[in-house]
T-cell receptor
């Protein structure tokens, strides 16, 4: 079983749609959680950190459920520019910095 | 915001040769890492580049194959040695400790390596 699992998709949605991505992690010692975005042939870019209290940044909302070891990302009012691969990322410890990446979920927003 | 650069951005190499990839940050950072992203796959950590000491390698990666240097807090190199086509991949450096964010990593633009 992979340490971080995501539905690879692709998710094909129309502009303006709301889409949700889910991610599960297996190591209960995981301490930090992130969503990164990766465009084709580009490096991953940090989208947002994920906190237990949930956090929102504009159209993006991230949730963490430590008891279920589950992370989610909600994108409202999808834009064409949201088309990318979204990577769920978990860190075991802030000190060692080791990031474990999910395989990514591909989103394609269509006009 | 800080700039992370990598050189070369891409290269095509012959089997059996070695390539050294450079990663430069325009401000001092606490941690630097090297990742590999094979075609169609997600990122896998190769090693943590430790300033002034030997790198810490992840399972499946060894120093003879991927020697790493980190002479100071802004620069690191990764060498891919005795290359084979299976080494064709994107190699990315990342840094931690930018702008005081101790638990967040930012990535360089990557080096796209093709081994013939």
């Amino acid at each position: 079983r992979k340490e971080v699992e995501q539905d690879p998709g692709p998710f094909n949605v129309p502009e303006g749609a709301t889409v949700a991505f889910n991610c599960t992690y297996s190591n209960s010692a995981s301490q930090s959680f992130f969503w990164y975005r990766q465009d084709c042939r580009k490096e991953p870019k940090l989208l947002m950190s994920v906190y237990s209290s949930g956090n929102e940044d504009g159209r993006f909302t991230a949730q963490l459920n430590r008891a279920s070891q589950y992370i989610s990302l909600l994108i409202r009012d999808s834009k064409l520019s949201d088309s990318a691969t979204y990577l769920c990322v978990v860190s075991r410890s802030g000190n060692t910095g080791k990031l474990i990446f999910g395989q990514g979920t591909t989103l394609q927003v269509k006009p | 915001s800080a700039v992370i650069s990598q050189k070369p951005s891409r290269d095509i190499c012959q089997r059996g040769t070695s390539l050294t990839i450079q990663c430069q940050v325009d401000s001092q950072v606490t941690m630097m890492f090297w990742y590999r992203q094979q075609p169609g796959q997600s990122l896998t950590l190769i090693a943590t580049a430790n300033q002034g000491s030997e790198a810490t390698y992840e399972s499946g990666f060894v120093i003879d194959k991927f020697p790493i240097s980190r002479p100071n807090l802004t620069f690191s190199t990764l060498t891919v040695s005795n290359m084979s086509p299976e080494d064709s991949s994107i190699y990315l450096c990342s840094v931690e400790g930018l702008a005081g964010r101790v638990d967040t990593q930012y990535f360089g633009p990557g080096t796209r390596l093709t081994v013939l």
